[in-house]
């Protein structure tokens, strides 16, 4: 037996001895931040322990520290914010960072803008079909249907339409995430009780303010949680879309690349900032969510 | 003439269901005056609710008449002729309790000044003053449904049809606020509909008691009561009291004997 | 019957309608370009019937998607690698095994996570946030890297749809494993009823109606999962590897079939879970 590996193991039993113990206590916010943090953490040690002990190699798995190092060696070379005043706006370069070239290229510019374009376009179907009955009627099976396909196979046939700039990207994002969002929406808008529609009844509310007062905010919840499925999948869209062609820079290129040359240290990079971003942008609809819909059995518990 | 409210002849509705018709209301003959507080006591099933909904135009009647201030109960309800309060308070839990009573105000076009005026008003009126920027959620049951009455109270109309409105609520709540329905009407002289299923509850606050049998569901007794428009809680002691809820029980029994 | 179906037969015809329309666009210049160079002018009529029958189309009229699904499957013998029937048996097979690990794990887990508190405040925070991320971009890494240590064919692609379709499970188990009210569990206990007891009596039924809507999230979410793990391997066997194997060589019509095909497949396995579904909730007094 080795040290690293004995390590991992004593390392895995206490931290384990240690959450039990704090799982035990009352339950508080410090602890419900604590034990999930420290089990992270367990991971991320035996992971790297393991890895050494086992003198794995570092083209099959890297350890945790490597991964560090390179992220951190490649975001060193980011390019200072540069406010070029004389030419009017201020813009940001990245530099030779390879990581942040990607991010802007996958996330700004294919999955926002998609998420954006295909969010917005799908609120607007369910409102605009919110009076037809019949169209809601024959949509929902329809998109339940399609939201269950595997839509990313459409990536080919879009990067055929659009090239393979970030354009095409935005497309596959854009349909991937319109019909979860239209279901979403069109059942929201159905959601209000029969008591809340005979109430605007009595008080002989008209279309617009049925739909501006009852139905959308009673249909929040269910938007957000549309909004919430589609930051995964944008993200999802924009990188695997990029495996059907992209141009030389990208999450989804740099992946397949890197794989093909074995340097999985930087796969590992990416997919760092894979996560933090899709963490990220899951976390800000969440709080966007907390604020606007705090009023929801949900968001009070 | 122009002092009747509610005037339904021979009024009548069916509904089609799965197993064949339901008589629901048949052949109802009923006069609710300006300023009369009628309670509609019968046992589930007996059409009290529905009827309440035909005269709010939320359920169409298939036979019969019935006019709501000599109008249709639809032109009735276009003119926002009433205030309408459910079995639940039914309060939207994203606005505020100001906000919910400000609903109708701002549905029906009053002008900003005007909602913060009649929102105060109603607030002190059911005794919620100091609530107006709490979230329903905040509150007791109690407290819920006394602004769903406020709410309903904001606007003019001179007619409150209100179903069942403290049947969630336990018996203390619920003497309390009759307690308050009461002062409320004399003091706002609206006309009041009022569907229950209680009887104490019907003879403390009415002056007339339509007893209704259901399948199919008619009026089998209409009783006005001698009490006096003043009534402490303690008047429910009294003998007269107990007399009109002595022939209450009687219509209900006699309703139900044949069925 | 038109009440029910109506509006869908509806909303289907209008997409096919839409389609052949698209069609007729997308596919105009290349058949204006043809006749420019043939020197012939071309009429209303013939363009669309030129449209709709051109080798490479940016778009195919569905029945060229429709005659090329036809010729690839009834009309190849299965074990040819030019039956698209073959290619989804490889895709199926990676994707059934997949979620049939996923499922085992998932539930396993989501048993631990009920069961125990450590595991409960330790896990649970990271199956949530795992995902936020986008897992499938790890799919070709875990390729490469099974592949790397001699694992190779149906095991890499079943772990990228195990990791996909367990999230559902662990999530929709955990709900349904906790469904059981308080006054329920309560009853347990007058009884004194053992752990292992309440699992199975009270428990594991209670949290049936939450397992199939995730099987079914799961199952798709697999077969996903398996397509796009066979985009990285080079590009031979499988679904994934037509829609690649068709996006290098501009064969839009293989491109649609396989995506057809893919859809079909994701159709077909939610509506058996569905039925599964159906017949166990009523087998167990749970619906009409």
Redesign the interface.
């Known amino acids: 037996m080795n040290l690293y590996l004995i390590g991992a193991l004593v390392f895995w039993l206490a931290a ?1 001895a240690l ?2 113990w ?3 206590l009352k ?1 508080t916010r410090l ?2 931040l604590l ?2 943090l ?3 953490i367990t991971l991320l040690v035996i992971w790297e322990w393991v890895v050494r002990g086992l003198e794995v190699k570092a ?3 890297p350890p945790p520290s490597m991964i560090w190092e390179r992220f951190i060696s490649d975001l060193s070379q980011l390019g200072f914010i540069q406010m070029v005043f004389a030419d009017g706006p201020i813009s940001f370069g990245c530099g030779n960072s390879k990581l942040c070239a990607d991010f802007v290229q996958t996330f700004i510019k294919g999955a926002l803008s998609g998420y954006f374009i295909g969010c917005g376009a799908a609120f607007v179907t369910a409102v605009a079909i919110d009076r037809s009955p ?6 929902l ?2 998109g339940n ?1 399609v939201a ?3 839509i ?6 879009l ?3 659009f090239g393979f700039g970030w354009q095409s990207k935005a497309a596959v994002v854009v349909i991937m995430v319109f019909f979860p969002m239209l279901v979403n929406t069109v059942q929201g808008m159905q959601a209000q ?1 029969a ?2 529609r ?9 279309y617009p ?1 049925k739909l501006l ?2 139905r959308l ?2 249909a ?1 919840p269910f938007i957000y949680n549309g909004l919430k499925i589609s ?2 999948l944008a ?2 869209g924009a ?2 879309a990029e ?3 992209s141009p030389t820079v990208g ?2 290129f740099r ?2 690349t890197e ?2 040359r ?1 340097s ?1 240290d930087m ?2 990079a ?2 760092v900032v ?2 933090i971003a ?2 990220a ?3 800000v609809v969440a709080l966007l969510e907390k604020a606007t ?1 705090f ?3 949900s968001q ?1 518990g | 003439m122009s002092d009747i409210v509610i005037e339904a002849k021979k009024l009548s509705l069916t509904f089609e269901t799965n197993d064949g018709p339901v008589h629901a209301l048949q052949d109802v003959d009923l006069t609710i005056n300006k300023g009369d507080f009628v309670s509609f006591i019968g046992p589930s099933g007996c059409g009290k609710t529905t009827f309440l909904r035909v005269m709010a135009d939320l359920e169409q009647p298939t036979g019969g008449s019935i006019t709501v201030n000599g109008m249709s109960p639809e032109e009735a309800r276009l003119k926002r002729a009433y205030g309408y309060v459910f079995q639940a308070a039914g309060l939207y839990p994203w606005r505020t309790i100001g906000g919910n009573i400000r609903l109708p105000l701002e549905i029906m076009g009053y002008s900003k000044e005007n909602r913060v005026r009649r929102v105060k008003k109603v607030l002190e009126l059911v005794h919620l003053d100091g609530f107006e920027n709490k979230f329903p959620w905040q509150l007791s049951g109690g407290m819920q449904q006394r602004a769903s009455i406020a709410r309903a109270l904001s606007f003019d109309a001179d007619l409150m049809l209100m179903d069942e409105p403290f049947g969630a609520l336990d018996e203390i709540v619920r003497d309390h606020l009759n307690e308050q329905l009461l002062e409320l009407w004399a003091e706002t002289n609206k006309t009041i509909a009022f569907v229950t299923h209680s009887i104490p509850e019907a003879v403390y606050l009415s002056t007339k008691i339509v007893v209704m049998s259901p399948r199919p569901g008619r009026v089998t007794d209409v009783i006005e009561s001698t009490l006096p428009r003043e009534r402490p809680l303690d008047i429910r002691e009294s003998q007269e009291f107990l007399d009109i809820a002595h022939r209450v029980r009687e219509g209900l029994r006699a309703g139900h004997g044949d069925d | 019957m038109w009440q029910r179906f109506g509006p869908v037969v509806t909303v289907v015809a209008a997409i096919f309608a839409l389609w052949y329309v698209m069609a007729v666009v997308m596919n105009a210049n290349w058949a204006y370009d043809k006749a420019r160079r043939a020197d012939v002018e071309l009429g209303f009529s013939e363009l669309v019937v030129d449209t709709w029958s051109q080798k490479k189309p940016r778009l195919p009229a569905p029945h060229q998607v429709a005659v090329e699904l036809w010729n690839t499957t009834a009309m190849k013998s299965i074990t040819s690698k030019r039956s698209l029937v073959f290619h989804s048996w490889i895709t199926l097979s990676s994707t059934l095994l997949g979620f049939a690990m996923g499922t085992v794990l998932g539930i396993l887990l989501a048993v631990g996570i009920v069961h125990n508190k450590a595991m409960n405040l330790s896990v649970m925070p990271w199956v949530i946030a795992s995902q936020t991320i986008p897992i499938l971009a790890i799919a070709p890494m875990i390729i490469v890297v099974l592949n790397a240590v001699g694992i190779s064919g149906l095991v890499p692609k079943a772990v990228i749809s195990m990791y996909l379709s367990f999230f559902p499970v662990v999530v929709g188990m955990v709900k349904g494993l906790r469904a059981p009210d308080a006054m329920q569990m309560d009853q347990m206990r007058t009884w004194n009823a053992s752990k292992w007891t309440t699992f199975w009596a009270l428990r594991w039924p209670s949290s049936v109606p939450y397992l199939f809507p995730s099987l079914k999230i799961g199952v798709a979410a697999a077969l996903v999962g398996a397509i796009v793990a066979e985009l990285p391997t080079g590009a031979v066997r499988g679904l994934g590897a037509r829609l690649l194997a068709g996006s290098y060589y501009g064969q839009t019509i293989q491109i649609w079939s396989a995506l057809l095909m893919a859809a079909a497949l994701a159709a077909s396995l939610v509506m058996i879970i569905g039925q599964i579904e159906n017949y166990t909730l009523r087998k167990m007094g749970m619906s009409q």
Do not use: C
């Not at chain 1, 990313?152 to 046939?157: E, R, S």
């Not at chain 1, 005979?198 to 008209?206: C, K, N, V």
């Open positions: 384990w959450n039990v704090l799982s035990n339950p602890t419900k034990v999930p420290i089990f992270g083209v099959l798995l019949f169209l809601q009627k024959g949509l099976p329809v249907f269950a396909l595997p990313i196979g459409m990536a080919p046939i990067v055929m339409w009780t008591m809340q005979d109430l605007m009844r009595t008080y002989a509310a008209s303010q007062k009852l905010p009673a929040a930051t995964t993200l999802i990188i695997v495996f059907f062609g999450m989804g992946i397949s794989v093909g074995l999985l796969v590992w990416e997919i894979a996560a899709g963490s942008f899951y976390g819909t009023w929801h059995p009070r």
